[in-house]
Each structure stands twice: as structure tokens, then as C-alpha cells.
């Protein structure tokens, strides 16, 4: 036990009494922030479907500031929607190979899953600089940035949390008994591709 | 600071941003990146930031856990009962900014016209006020109740992620002085509800309004995911979810609660700030934007979040009903299923707040009928309340009497509340003074009620000290009528159509508005006796036993204040938690540690000390000392003190106590010591280092050791935890005539009221505990109704009264009958009805053999003996 010179009575150094955990408490509180995570998505929603119906009477997609109307690059973003999903995959593919008692799957499936995930923000950040408009247009334009501002800065997260379960996974430190912040980082990725392709059918696609 | 300045100038020119400098702006980024700092500075993410290094720490580091001084409450700590604390002190310090502010709304509105502050700066004072009420006070102050005791009633040694606990500990003060501060930047205006247009005009301080929520929010889902970790995962073996104390149930439900409907406050005041500072059209008409639409938001998470600041009340009122009224709590599971079915619907009532604001019209209709519904769980719980104080052994302390207040309190808001979701009717007391009456009642009554009934109820298990129980009662009498001042009359107010969050008003009102302001006031006094009253009791007031209110639930269990881990091993959980009043049940067993082997054995229990004299074998007495023994951690000493008092009359109360005590298995041992009781007192606690001292005595008028202020110098003297139990005369007298001690019955006729007869019984008494009952059957002349008759009747009951007492004051357990026909008809009736173990016959030369062969013939088994008192009993 690592005490070092710590506040507490030097009497009551001793370890608490141990109890026999029924449950991985850190992944129930992963699972409860991814609930309260799409939340905040589903206020985000809220608000676009707001906007979007309050010009419902008009021209969908509604109309700049210039009076042209908005367009998404609906074909390039599909194909990054593609990229991220797959980052999904490898992911798994991944946590398979570290069940199997191969840590250099791990090494290798978390590499290509970060790589395809900057991949993702680097496409992403293509495209906000090409739109032709910014988020002081209509509201609509302040919904679009929020909503992928928001994703992608949830890319960001994931992709900072990957790259610190891959640093320990070159220490060898996971193995198929003990892999909770593996799997915690892993429910966090899928649940930000998830939430990505929700937020490409509702504001890209229709 | 400088760097959030430059990063601001940087990004703003890069994207081209007209005008470049907005003081808003940077000061919001200002202030971000400060709090950021504040919270590295003081070592929150300490942790996570070497974990991330790969630096060597371990999870088993407990060297922030517990505090040696005071100062140390102002330090990063992970210590569940450390940081319990630091949130109720941070809240309550919140609360008292509140309420000044609330103080100054309430002087701005004691007389129409102008008198401290104009239009713009009420509107600062009141969205002050709510706002350090809501988002820094009644939401996150039951974070405190419940980070201190829930791990210790769920026996567990800490929360589930103590780290994280601390943060959310940590990102409160950061929420509140954002708010504070912007006192210097122009205060926010646009209320606690912040609605656009409004909120995104105004100062700086608006701003600050926004990132504060910001971090309010956070700390709330933080502590929330933390503490539904924490009760699914850490509960005691044997700790069933239908075994948990109801103040579990209700911390999970809110906690879900606050889990899935703070982001919706978080994205509101996301959509804001970005109009704000970014320049986005969320809320500008003309743009596409939609105002009606952060309505929606707002209250989708600010409608559950009433329930957040209540449903942990409703925890608190369940343990303090039950513990006080001593009875288990009346439909237990009922109780836990409504608070569930409150927490479902209540997702589903947000726009009862709107049905004037314009939205659509066909949701008026199913929000008011889902608001109505709600009031349906809420009365079950009312009612299982009150069934559970039905026919119960009420102790009014000061917790059960802010238990009581918040009953009548929350019943008249509640039912403001059903008024004003009925929509016609909320059209003509919207934005009136009755929807001020409604939530000052229901927040007064849910929230503020429900804190003091637990912090009172949980102070002597944090302090360790008790309270000032007079001040309490001050307190509360001072609460509660201010109360009803100030918020009764805004309902009449309301309903003649005084606009609420305005600063002047129609000269009419001004007698009520007056008489409010003084009700305010009394509250303001109230709340200094409250300081006083905690502060003083804190650093001075007398050591509180580990159970002072006999509770059943595991945090009454551990010392008061608990050890560092709460317990010394993983207690067992065997009962339900509120069985008061069933004799034998159990809610948990503490086990020793391993090393003793299991439970506690009678070795290693927890002295208990007992001193009493005179009250010694009465039924209070030892029926305190067996709900203690219930707890299975005691073995009592009893020390008798004689001063110049008989000491074998002493002895004999101590016997017959021990006896009673050995019969009902509590492990006790006694003497009787000379001297008088603060000495004798002084000299056990200093030789047994008990874990409490109970002292019991007469009522104040007729006890000696009261008359001489014994019982406050032994506090002095011993510094021990002391329980005062004081003893009804008449129960003092009745030497637990009740109890199963063996029965000796005495017969005797003409010996009756002779010393020689009360000779015999004391003997008696002294070879063996027992208790007697004397029977003395005259047989009468007739007529029985004659004058012969009546004067002999007279005489036996004057003779019976006289042999009693002789016997009562030298500490005999004895009762006595005077029979009205002769020993052959009388005896076989009394044996009948007592039952006694033996008989002892007791006559005067002649009649000795005449009563024996009567005994005799009606005894059956029972053995008889007899004594002759013969010439003795002439005297
Ligand atoms: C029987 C249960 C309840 C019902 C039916 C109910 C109904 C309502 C309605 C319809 C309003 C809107 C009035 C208006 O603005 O025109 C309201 C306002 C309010 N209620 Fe309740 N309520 C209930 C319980 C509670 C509880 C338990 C709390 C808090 C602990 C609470 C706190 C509030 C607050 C703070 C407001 C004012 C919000 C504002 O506009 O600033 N209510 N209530
Ligand atoms: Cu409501």
C-alpha cells in the first residue's frame, strides 16, 4: 500500500476492510455518462428540429442570409460516415484479438481505429472550411455547427482516451481478466459513432 | 489569464470577428480558464493527469482520506465523509447569500414606490437569489447529507469513485463564485429560469450565469453517476434492495434523475451562450431562431430537477418519521414505487410552465392531466407518512418537528400546485404571486424543512457533539411561523393579480407586503440561531453517543463521528431497516474483525456505563438499556452509587435488575459503590472507558442527584457521551412488576403490617431475586356490607399499604391484595390468577396451621412453606 505522507491520523492508517464487488461499478458509471451524453445530443436535436420546423412552411433546406439556400456535402460526408463506422469495427476487432491472449491485435486494431478516427475530424474540418457559411448565418447554420461542433469535439475525447489505452497497451498492461478502461473507452467510441450517424440521417440526408 | 485574453484575441481574428474585442467575451474565457486552473491548482485531477503519465500511483493511495483539523475542509480530499461535509458547508455558506439577497428583495418590497433599488437592480437581487438557491444550494446541499451517510447506511467504507467525488465536490464553489462574482460585472437579471430574449442581452454577468450552470450541472451528473455506482455496487452483504433505508431509494431515483435530465439545462445554456458570444441565431426570430424552443429545454430539465431538490427530502422525512414515531415506516415498498413513478412522470409534465408562453395548443391539454396524475404518488406518500405516525410513540426532538413542519408545509404547496396545473386556472395565476406562494411552499417545505430535519437528525453522527435541543426548537418555531408569514399571504395576492418579479406594486398591497417582509425577517433570525446553535455545539457542546436516537440503519452502528473506514470489517445486513418496536429484529450485525472470529463476543463488546439508584429496577430503565443491547455491540456495567443511603437497599435493586437483565440474555454486570454519584461516576468511567454513560434519574422536581445538577457535572467531569433517561415517579415505584422474574406469593392475615412479616419477604428477597405479591384474605363477619366488615376491610388495606411500602423503599419488587372471603374460597382464586412459583405462609401462632392446610389444599405442585411469627409480630 502506497501511503505516502498523507492528512490522515497516523492511527487510522490501516486499509479499509475489503469488500467483494457484484459489479464493475466503472463501467456502469461509463454507461450512465454515455446516458446522460445522449442527453445532451437529444437537446441538441431538439433544438434543430425547433428551428427546422419553424421554417417548415417554407423551402427546405431553408434559405443564407445571401438568399441562396444551404447545402451539405451529403457524398463526401457518407463516405467519411463510412470511415468513422468501420473505426468501430477494428475497435472490436481489437478487443477480440486482446481476448484471445494477443496483445499486438490490440496494439494493431487500436492504431487503425485512432488513425481512421483523425481521418474523420481531419475531413470534418475540410469540409467546415469550404461550406460557404458560418455559424452567424441563420439559425439553422448555429444548429449545424453546434450539433457537428459538438460530435466532433466527442471525436476529440475518444480519440485522446484510445490513445491512452493504446500507451498502456504497449506496456502490456491489459489482458482479457482486466481490460475496464479498454472496454469504458471502447462503449465510448461506439456510442460516438452512433450518435454520428443518427446526426447524418437527421440533418444530412433528409 | 493572459493566455485566455490572447487565445480569445487570436480566434476572434482568425475567424474574423466584428468588433474584436467584447468584454464579455474574454471575461467569460477569463473565467473558464480560471476555474479550470483553480481546480488543477487545488489537485483534482492530480490522479488522472499521472495515470495518464503512466506515473507510478496506486488506487489503494488513501492519503487524502480524513482530516485532523479544520483547516483541512478547505483542502482537496477523497474521503466521502470529509467531502459530505465540505458540500454541506459550501451549500449552506451559498444559502446565507440567498438569503441576504432575499432579505434585500424583501426590504425593496416592504412599501410601494422605491426604496433600496431601482428596477434593474432588483432584477439582479432576485435572479441572485434563486439562482444560489437552486443551482448552488437545494439541488446539491442533499449531496452532502447523502455523501455522508448513505456509504455508511449502505456499509460500504467510501463512495464508489472517490476521486471523482471530489471534483464534483470541487466544481460547486467554482458554480457559485462565478455567480458571486459577477456582483462586479454587472449582476445577471434574466432570473434563475434565464429566458431569451432577455438572457441574451444584459452584461457580462450573464455570461458568467451561463458557464456557472455549466458547472453546476456537471457536479450534479458526476455525484449522480457516482452514487448509483455506489448503491449497486458497494451494498453490504445481505443488503437487498428491498433491505435499503428509503434515503438510498431515494438518492438512486434522483440521481437517475439528475443523470438523464441535467444535459438539457447544459444544452440550453449552451444555445445561450453561443448567441451570446458567437453570434448564433438560435433565438432570433427573424433569423430562423426560436425563443418558445429554450423554453422547452429549460423546463425538461428543470422540472425533474423540482424533484431533484426534493425526492432526497422525501428520504430524509421516511428515516426521521420512522425513527421518532418508533414504528416501522408504513408501506415501505409503497414508498419506494412512488418515488419511482414520480421520478417517470415527471419527465413528462415540463410544459405545465408554458401553457402561457405560446406554444402549441394541443399540448396544454396532456401536460395538464400528467401534472395532475403526479399529485397521485405524491398523496401515497403523504399518506404513509401519517399512517406511520398513526398510534405512534412520538418523540418530538427537534428533527421530528421539522418532519412535522415539512408535512403541513409541503401538503399546502402541493396543493397550490394542483390549482395552478389546471390550465384555465394557471391562465389567470401565471406569473402572479400565487406561483411565488406555491414554490416558496413546496422548496420552504421540500427542500429547506427537509435539510434541517437531517442535518439535525445526522449532526451528532458527523460532530460527534449534540445540539443545543432548545435552539433547535427556536429555530424551527422562528422558521416555521416566519414561513407561513411571508408565503401565505402571496396566495391572496396572487389570485388579485399581483405580478410576480416586479419591483413595484399597486399601493393596495401594501399591508400584506409589510406583513411579509417582517415574516422574512423572522427567517433571517432564524437562521443566525441555526449558526449559532451548530457552531457553538461543534467546537463545545457534549460528546454524542454512537446511537442517541435508538435509529436501527448501519450509520448508527459506528462511533460517532464513524472511523476512517467506517467499519472495522463488512457488517451483514440481516433485516429489514426499520422494524422499531419487534422485539429481537435486527437491521445488521457488525462483525469483529477476522481476527476475533466473527461477531462481536461478549469480550469485545463496547462497555457501556449505567449509573442509577433509585430508579434502578424501573421498566424505562431497563427497557433503554435492552434497545441497546438490540444493537449487539454493548455489555453494560451498572454502578449503584450510595451516598448515606442503605446500602443493602441498594443491593437489592441491583440484584433484581442483573436478574431481569440475565433473563432477557443482555450481558451485565454491577456494583454498588459509596460515594456520592459524580464521584462514583467519575471513578468507573475513568476505570471502564465506557463508549456512553447512562444516568438515570427522577423528573427534575423530585430528584436529588437533579436538585444538585449531578448529571451536567458528570458530563463535565467524565467527557463521555451521556444519555439522561428520566424515570416517571410512579414507574420508579413499580419495580418491573412486569418482568418474568419468579413470583413468591405471601399469605398472611393478622401479620399483615407487622416489620416481622416485611422481615421474611426482605430475606427472601435477598436470597434469591424474585418479586412478591401479598395476598391477605379476610374472612368476614357477616353481613358484609356491615359496620364489623367495613372497619376490618379499612384496617387490612391501611395494614397492606404500610407493609408495601416498608417493602418499596428498601428495594423489593412486591404488590399486595386484600381478599374479601376466607383462605378456603380466596387462596384457590389467587393462585389461579398469579400463578406464583411458591408460596409462603406467614401467621400469627394459631392461625398458622389453618392457613397452610388452605394453601396447601389450593396449591397443586406450587411448594408451600410456613413461618410462624409468633410473639414477634405482636410488636
Ligand atoms: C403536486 C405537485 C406539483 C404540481 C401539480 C405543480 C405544478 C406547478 C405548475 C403548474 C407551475 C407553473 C405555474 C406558472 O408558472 O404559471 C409550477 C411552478 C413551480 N413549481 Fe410546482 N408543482 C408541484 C410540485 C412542485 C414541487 C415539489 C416543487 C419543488 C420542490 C415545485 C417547484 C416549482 C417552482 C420552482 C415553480 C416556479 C418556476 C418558475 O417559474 O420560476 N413544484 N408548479
Ligand atoms: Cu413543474
Known amino acids: ?206 | 489569464m493572459l493566455f485566455a485574453f490572447l487565445l480569445v484575441f487570436l480566434l476572434r481574428a482568425l475567424f474574423g470577428f466584428e468588433p474584436l474585442y467584447d468584454g464579455g467575451v474574454y471575461g467569460g474565457v477569463a473565467g473558464l480558464i480560471g476555474a479550470i486552473g483553480f481546480l488543477w491548482g487545488i489537485g483534482c485531477f492530480d490522479f488522472w493527469l499521472g495515470w495518464a503519465k503512466g506515473a507510478d500511483i496506486s488506487e489503494e493511495d488513501h492519503s487524502f482520506h480524513g482530516v485532523s483539523n479544520w483547516k483541512q475542509y478547505f483542502r482537496f480530499n477523497t474521503d466521502h465523509k470529509v467531502i459530505g461535509i465540505q458540500y454541506l458547508g459550501m451549500t449552506l455558506f451559498f444559502m446565507l447569500w440567498g438569503g441576504l439577497m432575499a432579505l434585500l428583495i424583501r426590504t425593496e418590497l416592504a412599501a410601494p414606490g422605491q426604496q433600496i433599488a431601482d428596477g434593474e437592480t432588483y432584477n439582479g437581487f432576485l435572479s441572485m437569489h434563486a439562482t444560489l438557491m437552486i443551482f448552488v444550494f437545494a439541488v446539491p446541499v442533499f449531496g452532502g447529507i447523502a455523501n455522508y451517510v448513505l456509504p455508511i447506511m449502505l456499509g460500504a467504507k467510501d463512495m464508489a469513485f472517490p476521486r471523482l467525488n471530489a471534483l464534483s465536490f470541487w466544481f460547486l464553489p467554482v458554480a457559485g463564485f462565478m455567480f458571486l462574482a459577477s456582483m462586479f460585472t454587472g449582476m445577471f437579471g434574466a432570473a434563475w429560469t434565464a429566458y431569451p430574449p432577455l438572457a441574451s442581452q444584459g452584461t457580462m454577468g450573464q455570461t458568467l450565469f451561463e458557464l456557472g450552470v455549466q458547472f453546476a450541472g456537471a457536479s450534479s451528473i458526476a455525484t449522480a453517476i457516482n452514487f448509483l455506482a455506489t448503491i449497486v455496487t458497494m451494498r453490504a452483504p445481505g443488503m437487498t434492495i428491498w433491505r435499503m433505508p428509503i434515503l438510498a431509494w431515494a438518492t438512486g431515483v434522483t440521481s437517475v434523475l439528475a443523470v438523464f435530465a441535467t444535459p438539457f439545462i447544459a444544452g440550453s445554456q449552451f444555445l445561450t451562450m453561443f448567441d451570446r458570444i458567437m453570434g448564433t441565431n438560435f433565438f432570433v426570430p427573424d433569423q430562423g431562431g426560436d425563443v418558445i424552443m429554450y423554453q422547452h429545454i429549460f423546463w425538461f430539465y428543470s422540472h425533474p430537477a423540482v424533484y431533484i431538490m426534493l425526492l432526497p427530502g422525501f428520504g430524509i422525512i421516511s428515516e426521521v418519521i420512522a425513527t421518532f414515531a418508533r414504528k416501522p415506516l408504513f408501506g415501505y415498498r409503497a414508498m419506494a414505487f412512488s418515488m419511482v413513478a414520480i421520478a417517470v412522470l415527471g419527465f413528462g409534465v415540463w410544459a405545465h410552465h408554458m401553457f402561457v408562453s405560446g406554444m402549441a395548443a394541443w399540448l396544454r391539454v396532456p401536460m395538464m392531466i400528467t401534472t395532475i396524475i403526479i399529485a397521485v404518488p405524491t398523496g401515497v406518500k403523504m399518506w404513509s407518512w401519517l399512517a406511520t405516525l398513526w398510534q405512534g410513540r412520538i418523540h418530538i426532538k427537534t428533527p421530528m418537528l421539522w418532519a412535522l413542519g415539512f408535512l403541513f408545509t409541503f401538503l399546502m404547496g402541493g396543493l397550490s400546485g394542483v390549482f395552478l396545473g389546471i390550465v384555465p386556472a394557471d391562465i389567470q395565476m401565471s406569473d402572479t404571486y400565487f406561483v411565488t406562494a406555491h414554490l416558496h411552499y413546496v422548496l420552504y417545505g421540500g427542500s429547506v424543512y427537509t435539510i434541517f430535519a437531517g442535518l439535525y437528525y445526522w449532526f451528532p453522527k458527523m460532530t460527534g457533539k449534540m445540539y443545543s435541543e432548545r435552539l433547535g426548537h427556536w429555530h424551527f418555531w422562528l422558521t416555521f411561523i416566519g414561513t407561513q408569514l411571508t408565503f401565505f399571504p402571496m396566495h391572496w395576492q396572487g389570485l388579485q393579480g399581483m405580478p410576480r418579479r416586479v419591483s413595484d406594486y399597486d399601493p393596495r398591497f401594501e399591508t400584506v407586503n409589510s406583513i411579509e417582509t417582517i415574516g422574512s425577517y423572522m427567517l433571517g433570525v432564524a437562521t443566525i440561531v441555526f449558526f449559532y446553535n451548530i457552531i457553538v455545539s461543534w467546537k463545545s457542546g457534549p460528546k454524542a453517543p454512537w446511537n442517541p436516537w435508538r435509529g436501527k440503519t448501519l450509520e448508527w452502528m459506528v462511533s460517532s463521528p464513524p472511523p476512517l473506514f467506517n467499519f472495522d470489517a463488512v457488517p451483514q445486513v440481516v433485516g429489514g431497516p426499520y422494524q422499531y418496536g419487534i422485539p429481537d429484529a435486527r437491521h445488521a450485525v457488525v462483525f469483529a474483525p477476522e481476527e476475533f472470529g466473527g461477531e462481536l463476543k461478549e469480550d469485545t463488546r463496547y462497555p457501556v456505563l449505567v449509573v442509577a439508584n433509585e430508579t434502578l429496577t424501573s421498566q424505562t430503565l431497563i427497557d433503554e438499556i435492552r434497545a441497546r443491547n438490540a444493537d449487539g455491540l454493548w455489555s453494560f456495567q451498572l454502578v449503584v452509587p450510595v451516598g448515606d443511603g442503605d446500602r443493602s437497599v441498594a443491593e437489592r435493586r441491583l440484584a433484581t435488575t442483573l436478574a431481569i437483565l440475565a433473563e432477557s440474555g443482555v450481558s451485565a454486570t454491577g456494583r454498588v459503590a459509596d460515594g456520592d454519584v459524580v464521584s462514583v461516576a467519575t471513578e468507573a468511567a475513568k476505570e471502564i472507558q465506557p463508549n456512553e454513560l447512562v444516568i438515570a434519574t427522577l423528573p427534575l422536581a423530585e430528584s436529588q442527584w437533579m436538585r444538585t445538577d449531578s448529571v451536567d457535572k458528570v458530563r463535565k467531569a467524565t467527557g463521555v457521551a451521556l444519555s439522561h433517561v428520566v424515570v416517571p415517579a410512579n414507574d420508579a415505584r413499580a419495580l418491573a412488576g412486569t418482568s418474568a422474574l419468579p413470583l413468591v406469593m405471601v399469605v398472611a392475615t393478622e401479620a399483615i403490617g407487622a416489620e416481622a412479616l416485611a422481615t421474611v419477604v426482605r430475606t427472601r428477597a435477598d436470597a434469591e431475586p424474585a418479586r412478591f405479591t401479598v395476598v391477605a384474605p379476610l374472612d368476614l363477619p357477616d353481613p358484609r356490607w356491615g359496620a364489623e366488615a367495613n372497619e376490618r376491610r379499612r384496617a387490612a388495606g391501611e395494614a397492606m399499604t404500610a407493609t408495601i411500602n416498608a417493602l418499596v423503599n428498601t428495594g423489593v419488587a412486591v404488590e399486595g391484595e386484600v381478599m374479601d372471603d376466607a383462605p378456603s374460597v380466596a387462596l384457590p382464586l389467587a393462585i389461579d390468577a398469579y400463578k406464583p412459583s411458591r408460596i409462603i405462609v406467614a401467621g400469627i401462632n394459631g392461625e398458622t396451621a389453618g392457613l397452610r392446610e388452605a394453601a396447601e389444599a389450593a396449591a397443586g405442585d406450587t411448594p408451600v412453606e410456613a413461618v410462624n411469627l409468633g410473639a414477634a409480630a405482636g410488636a
Open chain 1, 1 to 206: 500500500m502506497a501511503t505516502t505522507a498523507g492528512h490522515a491520523p497516523a492511527d487510522q492508517q490501516a486499509s479499509p476492510p475489503q469488500q467483494k464487488q457484484h459489479m464493475n461499478a466503472s463501467l456502469i458509471a461509463m454507461l450512465l455518462f454515455i446516458g446522460s451524453e445522449v442527453m445532451l445530443f437529444a437537446s441538441l436535436f431538439t433544438a434543430y428540429f425547433f428551428i427546422r420546423y419553424g421554417v417548415a412552411n417554407e423551402t427546405w433546406p431553408p434559405l443564407k442570409q445571401d438568399g441562396e439556400p444551404f447545402t451539405l456535402p451529403v457524398l463526401l460526408t457518407g463516405v467519411n460516415t463510412l470511415i468513422l463506422i468501420s473505426s468501430s469495427f477494428t475497435l472490436w476487432w481489437g478487443e477480440k484479438r486482446l481476448a484471445a491472449g494477443d496483445n499486438k491485435g490490440l496494439i494493431r486494431g487500436l492504431w487503425v481505429t485512432i488513425l481512421m478516427g483523425a481521418t474523420f475530424l481531419l475531413i470534418q474540418l475540410n469540409e467546415y472550411a469550404h461550406l460557404g457559411f458560418t455559424p452567424q448565418d441563420k439559425a439553422f447554420s448555429g444548429a449545424f455547427y453546434t450539433l457537428t461542433g459538438f460530435h466532433g469535439a466527442h471525436v476529440l475525447v475518444g480519440l485522446i482516451v484510445l490513445s491512452l489505452c493504446l500507451r498502456r497497451a504497449y506496456k502490456n498492461d491489459f489482458s482479457h481478466s482486466y481490460n475496464t478502461p479498454l472496454t469504458a473507452g471502447s462503449y465510448y467510441w461506439h456510442f460516438v459513432d452512433i450518435v454520428w450517424v443518427l446526426l447524418f440521417f437527421l440533418v444530412y440526408v433528409i
